[in-house]
C-alpha cells in the first residue's frame, strides 16, 4: 500500500513483528513499573527477571533498551536513595554485563548463563562499590544495595527465568 502524502511505503504487520512489539511492550512495561513495589529484593527480582526473558524472547538489542529505564524509575520512586545517583549509571552497565553474558552463554546452559551473569554483574558492581566507597564514605551504609543484594535478585530472577522457560515456554510451545 502506497501513502501518497509521504510517498513511504507502508508494510502490513507479520505476526511474528506483532507478537515481538507486543512482548517487548509488556516486558517494558513490567520493567518500568516494578519499582513501583517500593521494595529491592522484590522490584530487582523482577527486573532481572525481564531481563533474563527479554534476552530469550526477544535478544540482546532489546534486553539492553529495557534495561535503561528501571534504576531511573527506582531513584524516582525512592528505592534507591538519592546520595546513590553517582552508582546508577553503574547498575544500568552491570544489567548490560548481565544481559550480554547471558544471551552469549544461554547458548550452551541456561542454569550456567544465569549463574555466571549473575556473578559478573555482582563483581562489577562490588568493584564498583568499594572504589566509590573509598572515594564516598558516606557511600558505607549502602555498599549491600551496590553488591549483595544485587546477586540475590540476579539469581532469583534467573531461577524465575528457569521456571519460566522449562515450564511456561516449552509448554505453550508444545501445543
Given at each position: 500500500?502506497?501513502?501518497?502524502?509521504?510517498?513511504?511505503?507502508?508494510?502490513?504487520?507479520?505476526?511474528?513483528?506483532?507478537?515481538?512489539?507486543?512482548?517487548?511492550?509488556?516486558?517494558?512495561?513490567?520493567?518500568?513499573?516494578?519499582?513501583?513495589?517500593?521494595?529491592?529484593?522484590?522490584?530487582?527480582?523482577?527486573?532481572?527477571?525481564?531481563?533474563?526473558?527479554?534476552?530469550?524472547?526477544l535478544g540482546t538489542r532489546s534486553?539492553?533498551?529495557?534495561s535503561l529505564f528501571p534504576s531511573?524509575?527506582?531513584?524516582?520512586?525512592?528505592?534507591?536513595?538519592?546520595?546513590?545517583?553517582?552508582?546508577?549509571?553503574?547498575?544500568?552497565?552491570?544489567?548490560?554485563?548481565?544481559?550480554?553474558?547471558?544471551g552469549v552463554l544461554s547458548k550452551?546452559?541456561?542454569?550456567?548463563?544465569?549463574?555466571?551473569?549473575?556473578?559478573?554483574?555482582?563483581?562489577?558492581?562490588?568493584?564498583?562499590?568499594?572504589?566509590?566507597?573509598?572515594?564516598?564514605?558516606?557511600?558505607?551504609?549502602?555498599?549491600?544495595?551496590?553488591?549483595?543484594?544485587?546477586?540475590?535478585?540476579?539469581?532469583?530472577?534467573?531461577?524465575?527465568?528457569?521456571?519460566?522457560?522449562?515450564?511456561?515456554?516449552?509448554?505453550?510451545?508444545?501445543?
Amino acid at each position: 500500500m502506497q501513502n501518497t502524502s509521504t510517498g513511504l511505503a507502508l508494510k502490513r504487520l507479520d505476526s511474528k513483528t506483532a507478537v515481538a512489539i507486543i512482548q517487548f511492550t509488556v516486558l517494558f512495561g513490567i520493567a518500568v513499573v516494578a519499582p513501583l513495589f517500593g521494595e529491592q529484593l522484590i522490584t530487582g527480582t523482577i527486573v532481572n527477571f525481564i531481563l533474563f526473558v527479554s534476552v530469550f524472547l526477544l535478544g540482546t538489542r532489546s534486553a539492553i533498551l529495557i534495561s535503561l529505564f528501571p534504576s531511573l524509575i527506582a531513584l524516582g520512586v525512592g528505592i534507591l536513595p538519592s546520595i546513590l545517583i553517582p552508582i546508577i549509571p553503574f547498575i544500568i552497565v552491570s544489567n548490560v554485563l548481565l544481559i550480554m553474558t547471558f544471551g552469549v552463554l544461554s547458548k550452551t546452559n541456561y542454569w550456567f548463563a544465569i549463574v555466571f551473569a549473575s556473578v559478573a554483574k555482582f563483581l562489577f558492581l562490588t568493584i564498583i562499590g568499594f572504589l566509590a566507597i573509598s572515594s564516598f564514605k558516606t557511600l558505607l551504609p549502602f555498599i549491600n544495595i551496590i553488591g549483595g543484594t544485587q546477586l540475590i535478585t540476579s539469581l532469583s530472577g534467573g531461577l524465575i527465568t528457569i521456571l519460566f522457560i522449562n515450564v511456561i515456554w516449552k509448554n505453550k510451545t508444545k501445543k
